[in-house]
């Protein structure tokens, strides 16, 4: 254990699996209770139309996706407010538009491409350090923003009219939820890849409702299962030899079967008392 914590390569996967995990598992609080499960998958698979952008211009594919993510959050927002169709609509045309947008200048670069793959599948294991920073950096303003407003933004999730009510402006707060979730996904991208980076926004919360009685429980819970999920998954994909991401949500998954089955069993005895 100790010499594969002298490997570079896994020193940068253990950071970036610890910020991003905190940074999601946060996020993906905010994502349950507004229900936006299908924005953040959106989002996420629109985001391979800016990495192709990126590499097609060899620019930074990272930067180009978060700019391009960024973008499309703040036209899903503009188009919510000036259309009368449904979140769900428009969501789902701009996803396939801009997957099919990612999937066509995919194939105007001929030959094997390792970045792109890496992107749709992820590969924490070949995060590179000029990414790490980018993701160190805005998880840490991210995080300091939610933390910082985090009243408001719970708030705004719970009741939009009440936070109205209480002198919060909730436009803004949601168009700024938008993008920095927007940017949360694309960090999330180079771990889990376009496919997968929504998982570890539903799951740890899920698994986390079935043991909390309080938000603050909740935030606890979910931040804690989320890097014991990220963790454990990298360290079980480096020794098994299996794709990091594949195996992060797998581990997940496994995590919320197995909570699920003891919340089913308490609760079924506790039915069965007289």
Not at 43 to 71: E, N, Y
Not at 92 to 111: D, E, N, Q
Not at 118 to 144: C, E, K, P, T, W
Not at 170 to 187: G, K, R, T
Request: proline share 3%.
């Amino acid at each position: 254990m100790v010499e594969l914590l002298q490997l570079p390569f896994m020193q940068r996967a253990l950071i970036a699996g610890l910020v991003l995990g905190i940074l999601l598992a946060y996020l993906g609080i905010f994502v349950t209770l507004r229900k936006m499960a299908f924005f953040s998958d959106g989002v996420a698979h629109a985001a391979l139309a800016g990495a192709a952008i990126g590499l097609l211009t060899r620019f930074s594919p990272l930067v180009s996706a978060l700019l391009f993510s960024m973008l499309l959050a703040v036209l899903i927002y503009w188009l919510e407010k000036k259309s009368s169709l449904s979140s769900d609509a428009i969501i789902g045309i701009l996803f396939t538009s801009g997957m099919a947008l990612g999937i066509v200048l995919i194939s105007l670069r001929k030959g094997y491409q390792p970045e792109l793959i890496g992107y749709l599948f992820g590969n924490i294991l070949a995060i590179r350090s000029q990414d790490l920073a980018l993701i160190v950096v805005l998880a840490v303003l991210i995080m300091a923003f939610i933390i910082r407003n985090r009243r408001k933004l719970t708030l705004l999730a719970l009741d939009r009219e009440m936070a109205y009510m209480a002198g919060i402006n909730p436009d803004f707060y949601q168009l700024l939820l938008y993008v920095m979730l927007a940017c949360a996904l694309v960090l999330g991208i180079r771990v889990l890849g376009v496919i997968l980076v929504s998982a570890i926004l539903i799951i740890p919360v899920s698994t986390a409702r079935l043991l909390s009685r309080s938000f603050k429980a909740l935030v606890l819970w979910t931040t804690a299962i989320a890097e014991s999920i990220m963790i454990g998954g990298l360290l079980l994909s480096y020794y098994l030899n299996l794709p990091s991401g594949a195996v992060i949500v797998l581990t997940g998954s496994t995590v919320f079967s197995l909570t699920f089955i003891a919340y089913s069993l308490r609760r079924h005895s506790r039915s069965q008392r007289p």
